[in-house]
């Protein structure tokens, strides 16, 4: 924990937590991080959104900042856009770090251990669900599971209008269309299940 001036309570830290992640799929090179801030540099969400700072998350992570991690949002904002990766100078795979990160949080917050707050998460798996269902997303389905799950009845039809819109000029169907490979589908989550 920090208290208002940015000092770490150092009683409050979990020296185990930077192996676990390193143990997560995508999270083993995170104790190769020296701190350089190429991460920084190079990301597009921190020029719009400093909460989201790579090194300052894995700076926490090794310290042992469990708690603050897994419960803050800035670990959800992660574009995926990669520009971190590829300039990395110790190949700690940011990208899948973040996601290995997510996916403790995912866990934790299952089990009751941590509260997720971001809203993220809620659509990933409307998304995920999708996908696993028709072998690609269905976006009416999916904004329409994500928005109840996160705002409710009342806030779905706060976007009536906006969804006859968006139908009208053809950007959503109506209808889902199935992929023909459905077996790859399953098989590809079947495998990422046995992992």
Known sequence: MMDKFGIVDASNL??????????????????????????????????IDERFNPRKIIRMALLGMREEVLSSDFIWLCSKCYACYERCPQDVKI?????????IAEREGKEGNVVIKSKKPIFDKAFTNSIRKYGRNFEMKTIINGVLATKGIKGLLSYTSDGFTILKKGKLGLRPEKVKEMSQIEGIFKALEEK
Do not use: H
């Open 95 to 103: 990208t899948e770090l973040m996601g290995a990160i997510a996916s």
């Open 14 to 47: 979990d020296p185990n937590f930077k192996y676990a992640i390193s143990n997560q799929l995508g999270g083993e090179n995170i104790k190769r991080c020296f701190q350089c801030g190429t991460c920084v540099a190079s990301c597009p969400i921190w020029e």
